[in-house]
């Protein structure tokens, strides 16, 4: 991770979570879309239609917005992980580069110190 042996690949691997965050956040622009989209055509049908058709009609969009609000949930959770994860990682990355310098710090680390 920022060795000699593997140059770069923290860098490779950030832009992957970037990348992977930003999918799932456009994702979920789309769905908040299309779930403000179904609540509109729900709420104008309650408002304008009178009928057992249009209770039909809406018992059904509800199931559908329920369905949307359960997968909205576990994206909203997956999303959270990633982002969780991605700032672990992050401070590890950081933590691994200090501990790395203060063994060897330029003839002052602890390496250093312990050889004389």
Do not use: C
């Amino acid at each position: 991770m920022g060795d000699s042996s593997t140059p770069g690949l923290f860098n490779r691997q950030q832009v992957d979570v970037d990348k992977a965050r930003a999918a799932l956040e456009n994702h979920v622009a789309t769905m908040a879309r299309a779930g403000a989209t179904v609540s509109a055509i729900h709420d104008d049908v309650r408002m304008a239609y009178v009928a057992d058709s249009s209770s039909i009609f809406s018992s059904k969009l509800q199931q559908w917005m329920q369905a949307y609000n359960d997968v909205k949930g576990k994206v909203d959770a997956l999303h959270a992980s990633l982002v969780a994860a991605d700032s672990i990682h992050n401070t590890s990355e950081m933590d691994a580069s200090q501990y790395a310098s203060a063994w060897d710090g330029g003839g002052s680390g602890y390496y250093q110190a312990l050889s004389g």
